[in-house]
C-alpha cells in the first residue's frame, strides 16, 4: 500500500504525493472528469435552452416576464456557488449529495415550467443548476491541480453546447409533455453522474507531476501562481477583486441579453432557432479554445479578447442584414461573451491563491448574478437599437475593466 508524503514548493505550497488517483478513490480521475461533463451538459438545458422557449412562452407571458424569469434564475444559480463552496470546505456537502440535490431540482424546474410556473422555474432550476455547475468544476480542480484551467474549459463549455440538442427539438416539438421529458431525462442524467463523483483528499497531487519542478515552471509563464493565499475577506479588499467582478457582470448581461433577445430578433421562428444554437456552441467550444488560449499569452490578455470581441459582436448583429451577418454576429457573441467564466476559476486561483481559491470564485461568480439584474433593468425595456448598442457598449467596457487587472502585490514593471 503506497504511504502519501507531504512536500512544498518554493513559495510553501503543500502538495500530497506518492499515490495514484485509483489508490486514492478506486476510480480513475478521467471517469470523475467525464460524469462532471455528462452533468454540466444536462443543467445547461436551463439557462441555454430557455431562450429557445421564449418564442413559444410569449402566448402566455410578456417579453420582460420572461426576461426577469430567467434573470431570477441567474441570480439564484449564480447565488448558489459560494454556500456550496462553504458547505464543501466544511464537509458538510458531498459532491455526490450536492449532484443528488441538483439534479431533482434541475427536473423539477423543468417539469413546473411545464405547469405554468415562471417562479418554479427560475427558483428550483436555478439552484440547481447552481448546485450542479459548482460541485463540477470544484471536483475537476481538485483532480487536476496542474491543468486547471484546460479541465475547467472542457467541462464548463458543455454547460453552453450541451443544450444545443434541446434548443433544436425546442423549436419542433414544445409543448407540456416535453418539458416534461427533458426534465426527466435532465435529472436522471445529473444523478447518474453524482454517484461516479468523488473528491480526492486535500492536497493531492498526481504522481507523474514533480511538483516542486512544475511550480518552478509556473513562475516563469505568463500566468504565474499567487504571491499569498487570500481569504475571501481580504480578496475583497484588492482593487483588483472588483475590476474582475465589474467585467464579468458586464458580460453577464450582455450574454443573457443575447439569449433572450436574438431569437426576437431575427423575426423568423427557425432561423432565430438556428442563430440560438450557433450562439450556444459557439459559447461551449470557444471556452475550451479560448481556456488552451490562455495558457499561452496569459489569462488576463485572453480575457480582455473576449470580453471586447463580445461587445463589437452587438453591433454585428445589429447592423447585420443577411443569414451569413447573423450567424457570423451569434458566433462572435458566443465566443465572447460566454468564455469569460471558464478562465474565472484560473484567474481568481491564481491572484488570490488556491487554499480558498473555490470561496473566492463563489463570490466572484455572483457577479454573473449583478450581470443580470443590469441586462434585466437597462436592456429588457429597450428596444433593439438601444438594447444591442447598450449591450455592445457594456461588452467593451468589460473588456476595459479587465486591462486592469495585475495579481496584487505584484509591481506591473
Aim: hydrophobic share 50%; with cysteine; proline share 4%.
Amino acid at each position: 500500500m503506497p504511504v502519501a508524503t507531504y512536500v512544498r514548493d518554493h513559495v510553501g505550497r503543500l502538495y500530497r504525493v506518492g499515490e495514484t488517483d485509483v489508490e486514492v478513490s478506486g476510480r480513475s480521475r478521467r471517469t470523475v472528469l467525464w460524469a462532471a461533463w455528462a452533468a454540466m451538459l444536462a443543467a445547461g438545458v436551463g439557462q441555454y435552452g430557455f431562450g429557445a422557449l421564449i418564442p413559444q412562452l410569449q402566448d402566455r407571458w410578456s417579453v420582460p416576464e420572461l426576461f426577469w424569469a430567467l434573470a431570477l434564475w441567474t441570480l439564484c444559480q449564480a447565488g448558489t456557488a459560494f454556500p456550496v463552496a462553504w458547505l464543501r470546505e466544511q464537509k458538510r456537502l458531498t459532491s455526490s449529495g450536492a449532484m443528488w440535490i441538483g439534479a431533482v431540482l434541475c427536473g423539477a424546474g423543468l417539469v413546473t415550467l411545464a405547469q405554468g410556473q415562471l417562479i418554479g422555474y427560475s427558483i428550483l432550476g436555478g439552484v440547481g443548476a447552481g448546485l450542479v455547475y459548482a460541485t463540477c468544476l470544484s471536483t475537476v480542480v481538485r483532480w487536476y491541480p496542474e491543468k486547471v484551467t484546460r479541465k475547467v474549459a472542457f467541462v464548463s463549455g458543455a454547460f453552453a453546447y450541451g443544450s444545443v440538442p434541446f434548443v433544436l427539438a425546442a423549436g419542433a416539438f414544445f409543448g407540456q409533455e416535453f418539458l416534461w421529458q427533458a426534465g426527466v431525462v435532465i435529472a436522471l442524467i445529473t444523478a447518474t453522474a453524482g454517484a461516479v463523483m468523488k473528491d480526492p483528499p486535500e492536497h493531492w497531487w498526481p504522481p507523474d507531476v514533480a511538483p516542486r519542478e512544475w511550480a518552478l515552471d509556473r513562475a516563469r509563464v505568463p500566468n504565474r501562481s499567487a504571491l499569498k493565499e487570500f481569504r475571501t475577506h481580504e480578496a475583497m479588499r484588492c482593487g483588483t477583486f472588483w475590476w474582475l467582478y465589474g467585467g464579468v457582470a458586464f458580460a453577464a448581461a450582455v450574454s443573457l441579453y443575447d439569449l433572450v433577445y436574438l431569437p426576437l430578433f431575427v423575426g423568423d421562428r427557425a432561423l432565430g432557432v438556428v442563430a440560438l444554437a450557433t450562439l450556444a456552441a459557439a459559447t461551449g467550444t470557444g471556452r475550451v479554445l479560448v481556456g488552451w488560449i490562455s495558457e499561452r499569452i496569459g489569462r488576463r490578455r485572453a480575457l480582455v479578447w473576449t470580453l471586447a470581441t463580445g461587445g463589437l459582436a452587438q453591433f454585428v448583429l445589429l447592423y447585420s442584414q443577411n443569414v451569413a451577418g447573423l450567424i457570423i454576429g451569434a458566433t462572435l457573441a458566443g465566443l465572447g461573451t460566454g468564455c469569460c467564466y471558464s478562465l474565472l476559476v484560473g484567474v481568481s486561483r491564481e491572484y488570490f491563491g488556491e487554499t480558498n481559491g473555490a470561496q473566492n470564485f463563489g463570490v466572484l461568480y455572483t457577479a454573473k448574478a449583478a450581470g443580470a439584474l443590469i441586462a434585466a433593468v437597462v436592456l429588457a425595456s429597450q428596444g433593439p437599437m438601444f438594447a444591442f448598442t447598450a449591450a455592445g457598449v457594456l461588452g467593451l467596457a468589460g473588456a476595459v475593466l479587465s486591462k486592469h487587472l495585475s495579481q496584487p502585490g505584484r509591481p506591473r514593471l
